[in-house]
């Protein structure tokens, strides 16, 4: 499964606001758990203009953050690129884009609260 950007910190703050089949999904070790690069990339930018201040402690050792989500980075392909640019999808955000185009070709579900992507081809889990 991919985690969007708000379930990924939301994973790490133990935060109240991952509903309780996202959190039992993500307990679950036989499912693999996917990071998106543009996650990464998305919480970098937002903290820098100063929408995630609490995000500098992840930002300082991503590796610690993945051992600790038992979480496998998913980098950027050209493939996951094309398809994010190329999708006609009512939907602005390139970070999202670029979620629904990784869930689509790698075949996974993705974990996030944005009802928006049912329409997109993904599974959503929340």
Do not use: C, Y
Request: proline share 6%; charged share 25%; aromatic share 6%.
């Amino acid at each position: 499964m991919l985690l969007d950007t708000h379930a990924l910190l939301w994973a790490l703050e133990d935060n109240p606001r991952l509903s309780a089949k996202a959190v039992e999904t993500l307990a679950d070790p036989a499912n693999e758990m996917l990071v998106s690069a543009g996650s990464i990339m998305e919480i970098a930018l937002k903290h820098r203009v100063g929408k995630l201040p609490e995000a500098a402690r992840h930002l300082a050792d991503w590796d610690a953050v993945f051992a600790n989500l038992a979480a496998v980075p998913l980098p950027i392909s050209v493939e996951h690129a094309a398809l994010a640019g190329g999708l006609d999808i009512p939907h602005k955000d390139p970070f999202d884009r670029l979620l629904v185009a990784q869930a689509r070709i790698e075949g996974v579900a993705l974990v996030s609260n944005e009802k928006l992507f049912d329409r997109f081809g993904v599974e959503r889990i929340w």
